[in-house]
């Protein structure tokens, strides 16, 4: 068995001009080096995987090049010892320190004496030190010195992903090179040059997913490249298994999606999600990719901006197409609840009603901006009220007329906005009918071929009670955008008995005396304001503890958020207790004068 080479080693670049997409930096150091001005430390910041270690290389060897300035063109030879000891990775003028793993100051130490003795053959000798930022800051104290007065054969490269991390001390004596992303179409490109040379099959589509999901990377994209390979057993690589092989979803679920909440069709967008889901998908990598759509189709609606889209060819044609449909508040609109919808999501609870419920409010977006409005047409606008629209659906007549009355109205605006109003689809009867593009229900339940009145009726049977829900849901969405709220109305009866059955639980769970006592306190309602009387601070103290808890508990059996709690303290705490059997007759006479005329008639008197 042949030993195998991962593509990133295999096809690492020899030369600067093979350097993939980071031409800014490959141009100045060639001019360096041809006018004799090259810097003796350098600093390659970037991600990982663009080159920086590779340039590094490359830089190293051509300085070295007995050959160099021989030609025009300021690349290694390939020919020449220093040359071929490069190509076999037998250099002695090249020393790589990977300060990841050797961050101390031992060995920075050990780099420094290396640094002392000038190189034995050719003319320069070149330290790499990657992910120079893992220095602890004792090595690079020790380092500074060497930095800044280096023997005149020794050039130091330092590279680093995070450019943030390095002391301005040693940043001041570098010159900074920053490298690129490499974009996706140059990373396609350069893997179809592989394929070919590797007598690969490849379809170019995935070759532009590897490059998407590599995020800029080369080297991610060649392992990504290499594995696909290896899974494809007819060394041909298809879009469909790459975008199995690599776990991506697909961007036409997000083309389908989006056309979907565009015409506010809810449950199918709910089903779609569902397939997701249960492709294996997770909820949250969803709604991410969904928000990064709607950032695509917004960055495509200003020329200005389309540079932005960093997608491939084929794809910038759909979300070009898509931009022009999605309007521009329906878009802002959408980000928002998508991001509001990404931040809550690892405290969501349950995660999959929390992106559903992301779906409703997205579905809802288009009555809520009113998108569709035409003026000329808001007359005949599709109606909210059930009744009218059950009226409406009932008469296929008046549909008809609908049809053929607007048609010559609406035209014009139909070229411009392909979503709004009406799409006139021949039938069986070569009339026109209409279609109606808000409430898509009704287009996707099948139509039996035949009698029109009876598809009339079967739709109104079918569809109302979805169309109710999604009315109910809409309109819940749009009055509290925040979470679904129906709050039911409650009679004082009922607030009693579940009053007291709050009071009796908290009987059975050690409640206090006087916790009972303040409980079974009088009050009264107000809408949905309990105002309860309390004889003394001690109770105020008692209910304030139980406040939260009892509000729960009362808005949940009464299905009510609304309901909210007072206390007042009477100010009859001093007020006489009622004790003795002629407190008692008081109390009453009190209330009732006529039991004085009765004592007095009668000649009673109360017992002791
Ligand atoms: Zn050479």
Redesign the pocket.
């Known amino acids: 068995m042949d030993n195998f080479v991962v593509s990133a080693r295999k096809y690492r670049p020899a030369t600067f001009d093979t350097v993939v997409g980071q031409a800014h930096i490959t141009t100045t150091l060639k001019n360096a080096i041809l006018t004799n001005h090259l810097a003796q430390a350098f600093l390659f910041c970037g991600p990982r995987g663009v080159g920086k270690t590779t340039c590094a290389r490359i830089l190293a060897?051509t300085i070295n090049?007995?050959?160099?300035g021989k030609s025009e063109a300021v690349e290694?030879?390939?020919?020449?010892d220093?040359?071929v000891s490069f190509n076999q990775n037998a250099s002695f003028n090249i020393h790589e320190l990977d300060a990841a793993s050797n961050n101390s100051v031992e060995d920075i130490r050990n780099l420094i004496d290396q640094v002392r003795y000038p190189p034995q053959s050719g003319q320069y000798k070149i330290y790499i030190i990657d992910e120079v930022h893992m220095l602890s800051q004792a090595a690079f104290n020790a380092f500074l010195k060497t930095l800044e007065e280096p023997p005149s054969y020794a050039i130091f490269i330092l590279a680093t992903t995070e450019k943030h991390k390095i002391l301005p001390t040693i940043l001041s004596r570098c010159q900074l090179f920053d490298f690129n992303r490499i974009q996706p179409r140059d990373i396609a490109d350069h893997l179809a040059s592989i394929a070919q040379k590797e007598g690969i099959q490849t379809e170019y589509e995935a070759l532009e997913l590897i490059a998407q999901k590599a995020d800029g990377g080369l080297r991610d994209a060649l392992s990504m490249f290499d594995l696909n390979v290896t899974f494809s057993e007819d060394r041909i690589l298809r879009y469909k298994e790459v975008l199995e092989n690599l776990h991506i979803l697909d961007y036409d679920y997000y083309f389908r999606l989006t056309d979907l909440l565009l015409a506010g069709n809810l449950p199918q967008s709910m089903l779609l999600f569902d397939e997701i889901l249960r492709k294996g998908f997770d909820g949250h990598q969803f709604i991410v990719g969904l928000s990064e759509h709607f950032r695509n189709l917004l960055v495509c609606k200003d020329v200005a901006t389309i540079q932005l889209l960093q997608v491939t060819e084929s794809i910038q044609q759909k979300y070009l197409q898509q931009a022009t449909e999605a309007p521009l508040s329906f878009l802002l609109s959408a980000l928002s609840v998508g991001a509001q919808c990404d931040l809550n999501y690892k405290s969501a609870k349950n995660q999959r009603l929390h992106v559903e419920v992301c779906l409703m409010k997205l579905a809802n977006l288009p009555n809520v901006l009113d998108i569709h409005a035409v003026p000329v047409l808001s007359s005949h606008s599709e109606p909210r009220n059930p009744e009218q629209a059950e009226k409406k659906k009932d008469s296929s007549a008046d549909r008809d007329a609908l049809a053929t009355n607007r048609e010559p109205v609406a035209l014009p605006s139909h070229t411009s906005e392909p979503t709004n109003g009406y799409h006139p689809q021949p039938n069986g009867n070569g009339t026109a009918k209409p279609l109606p593009e808000r409430s898509p229900v009704i287009a996707e339940i099948p139509k039996p071929v035949g009698s029109k009145l009876r598809t009339t009726s079967n739709l109104v049977s079918v569809e109302r009670p979805v169309a109710t829900m999604a009315d109910a849901v809409a309109t819940a969405l749009a009055e509290a955008p925040e979470m679904i709220k129906v709050d039911k109305p409650f009679t004082f009866e009922e607030l009693q008995t579940v009053w007291q059955t709050y009071a009796r639980m908290r009987d059975q769970q050690d409640g206090s005396r006087t916790e009972q006592v303040m409980l079974n306190r009088e009050f009264r309602l107000e809408g949905t304001m309990i105002h309860i009387a309390l004889d003394n601070s001690l109770q105020a103290n008692l209910l304030n503890d139980l406040r939260q808890d009892l509000l729960t508990y009362l808005r949940r059996e009464l299905q009510n958020s609304q309901i909210q709690l007072t206390d007042t303290i009477a100010l009859q705490e001093t007020r006489k207790m009622i004790y003795t059997p002629q407190d008692k007759f008081n109390y009453l006479a009190e209330k009732n004068p006529a039991l004085l005329e009765l004592k007095r008639t009668l000649g009673l008197d109360v017992d002791y």
């Open positions: 060897k090049c007995q050959n160099l290694p030879c390939d020919h020449c220093s040359c």
